[in-house]
């Protein structure tokens, strides 16, 4: 269903900043000559994700002059029953795509829409309606985005649904391309080698478009493990017709490569191994880079023994063919959960690299030749800890790299923990003392494996300033604890259970030593670290603290990240409430971080923090930006999880 009407009473207009003929519609102002942009057109600003833009007008002398120039919030709100038990959002993940003056974007509830990006006027709306088929698995009802696939004067936008459509839109008018699949979609429960269904099945992340192709990932249930979870192969339909181009196993089938990685034929009874994230493409190379994550079960891999190819590898296929050109594991048996969380970042450094730059949750940064797969800088097999639970083989090594060292602390140790004051150690230590712990890729354990990183890097990804060669990577310093139970009087099957987060201290900080959240940049020449900068603020005000000097902790929040050629812009989620944590704990963690939400900018060079802009509410989706009459605009999502779904524009009075 597709509508074209006046933005709802809530999608206010908050500051009208250009001059008349700048408002006029930018359907219309597509075709003129006069119209001048800097564009936006993949999700992470480029099919290499880099998430770079030059925007040379905003400069660290007048950051904080920024103002809102409008604020729209999602078509959701106009949907019957969102906000009940049956139609509950989550957080408003999408980060929009620009072009030639308009924006285009999706919703939680898998809706498509197109907006004005000088002023925020809604131009169009699809509603694929895919919320009938009931709530997706994971995480609910959440989409990050969708993609733009020009050709010649036709331009089309796929939108991967909730409820696994891949749907192709026409640019100008939000109606579907009815000569394109089966009436402008294409069903991807089908064609998966199982009946499939949508309690085990869906898409959260934004397709790609790799020249013709149009490649698509998926989310998968991974817990409890099931005998008919589904395979997590990644596909690609023609942009022009909607046929299948091509399917790459990521559980490769007998006869194929990587085979042999899955012993005793547990590839026939396996599942996931899905990229659920979004991906990259090198078109001049002909390549799409596939960053997969974790079969089934995450913490238990007594049922697939082997190395499992191609669990948490990067994988680069041909973007015609899909043939696998090269790969890597960055994880071998995975038992910790440590999906590779982003695409790569594509870069070419100033000394004319090309490079393939993978963050992962266990703050290890993976850099290859894109071209060959060859590392960087030498990969080392090293012996980690042998697992004590029966029947787990765990992987004798693991690669780790040389170079770059380690973003974020790795492994648990009483040197770890929190010592700000004597209260604060006794307490974590009491925590440290009741679980198992460990050097990294230590296994779970019946009683709980206190691990660390649980999630380092994440799908906010990284980004990459090419004038410098820097690599700009987000990360939480927050444990995990990751444990396995049997099923079973013989205790010859294991489950392992959900992750926690480890416990809070009273005071609501972590157990560990700050910092908790921080920004690191990477010289992608040398493989050095240039400077680290903790992100965030509160802790520091705590009671226990007054008159002390403490260092900056920053807060172990998700942290978005884009980068000018002028300044590293980033973006918090703020502090959510910890599931299994008691409601005093989070109360408190609260009160720790009564920090306002902000857009903040940094030095690229230093890590200086050079100014923040008050937001209405914190980031949940990634940053993005543009130039449209010569005036910048940057983007971030907000809200979302029983707050209003909202798009904040911020530009230059």
């Not at 999700?43 to 002059?65: E, I, K």
């Not at 649904?161 to 294409?186: C, F, H, K, M, Y």
């Not at 493990?225 to 559980?251: K, Q, Y």
């Not at 040398?526 to 802790?539: D, F, L, Q, S």
């Amino acid at each position: 269903m597709t509508a074209n009407y006046q933005p709802l009473p809530a999608l206010t207009l908050l500051v009208l900043l250009l001059p008349p003929a700048a408002l006029t519609p930018a359907r219309q102002a597509q075709s003129s000559e006069a119209q001048t942009s800097a564009d936006w057109r993949h999700y992470a600003g480029d099919p290499g994700t880099q998430r770079y833009t030059p925007l040379p007008a905003l400069t660290r002398d007048n950051f904080s002059s920024l103002v809102s120039a409008w604020l729209f919030t999602s078509p959701d709100a106009g949907i019957p029953g969102a906000g009940s038990d049956e139609l509950w959002a989550g957080k408003h993940e999408s980060t929009p795509i620009m072009a030639d003056g308009v924006l285009y974007n999706s919703t939680s509830f898998s809706q498509a829409y197109a907006l004005d990006a000088a002023t925020g006027e809604l131009l169009w709306v699809h509603d694929p309606e895919s919320y009938r088929a009931g709530t997706p698995p994971n995480f609910g009802f959440i989409n990050r985005g969708l993609a733009l696939w020009s050709g010649g004067s036709t331009r089309r936008i796929f939108l991967a649904t909730g409820d696994s459509r891949l749907i192709a839109l026409n640019a100008e008018d939000g109606q579907p391309i009815a000569d394109w699949g089966d009436g402008g979609e294409v069903n991807l429960l089908e064609g998966l080698g199982k009946e499939v269904s949508n309690d085990l099945y869906g898409v959260s992340s934004p397709p790609l478009v790799c020249g013709e192709a149009v490649a698509v990932g998926s989310s998968i249930l991974e817990f409890p493990p099931r005998p008919d979870t589904p395979p997590g192969d990644v596909r690609a339909f023609n942009a022009h017709t909607g046929e299948l181009m091509w399917r790459f196993h990521s559980i490769p089938k007998d006869g194929e490569y990587g085979a042999d990685t899955w012993e005793d034929g547990s590839n026939k009874r396996s599942g996931a191994a899905n990229v659920w994230t979004y991906m990259s493409c090198d078109e001049e190379a002909g390549l799409v880079y596939l960053p997969f994550g974790t079969p089934v079960n995450d913490f238990w891999g007594g049922d697939r023994p082997g190395d499992n190819l191609f669990g948490e590898s990067l994988v680069a296929v041909d973007m015609n063919t899909g043939e696998r050109r090269w790969h890597f594991q960055t994880t071998r048996h995975g038992l910790w959960d440590y999906d590779l969380p982003a695409a790569p970042v594509l870069l070419d450094t100033p000394e004319g690299r090309k490079l393939a730059a993978q963050v992962t949750k266990q703050a290890l940064l993976f850099v290859f030749d894109r071209l060959t797969g060859e590392p960087v800088w030498p990969i080392t097999d090293t012996r980690v800890p042998p697992s004590d639970v029966p029947g787990e083989m765990a992987a004798a090594t693991q690669p780790i790299p040389t170079r770059p060292q380690p973003f974020d602390r790795q492994g648990v140790s009483e040197d770890d923990l929190n010592d700000l004051t004597p209260e604060l150690l006794a307490e974590a230590r009491e925590i440290f003392e009741s679980l198992d712990s460990g050097p990294m890729y230590s296994p779970p354990t019946p009683r709980g494996r206190l691990i660390l990183p649980g999630v380092a890097a994440s799908w906010s990804g990284a980004a990459y300033e090419p004038g410098r060669g820097y690599l700009y990577v987000p990360s939480i310093t927050l444990g995990m604890i990751a444990k396995v139970m049997p099923i079973g009087r013989e205790r010859k099957t294991w489950l392992g259970t959900l992750p926690t987060p480890a416990p809070l201290l009273s005071n609501g900080m972590p157990m560990f030593k700050p910092p908790y959240g921080r920004i690191t940049a990477i010289d992608m020449q040398t493989g050095e670290h240039a400077w680290m900068t903790p992100v965030g603020r509160g802790y520091e005000k705590l009671p226990q603290f007054e008159g002390r000097a403490v260092p900056l902790m920053g807060i172990p929040s998700r942290t978005f990240v884009m980068a000018t050629s002028r300044l590293l812009l980033a973006a918090q989620e703020g502090v959510n409430l910890v599931t299994g944590t008691s409601p005093e704990r989070n109360a408190a963690r609260y009160q720790a971080n009564p920090q306002l939400p902000a857009l903040r900018a940094f030095d690229l060079d230093t890590g200086e923090l050079i100014g923040e802009v008050p937001l209405p509410g914190n980031a949940t989706g990634a940053l993005m930006a543009y130039e449209v009459y010569g005036k910048p605009y940057v983007v971030i999502p907000i809200g979302g999880a029983g707050l209003p779904a909202q798009l904040v524009a911020l530009t230059l009075p």
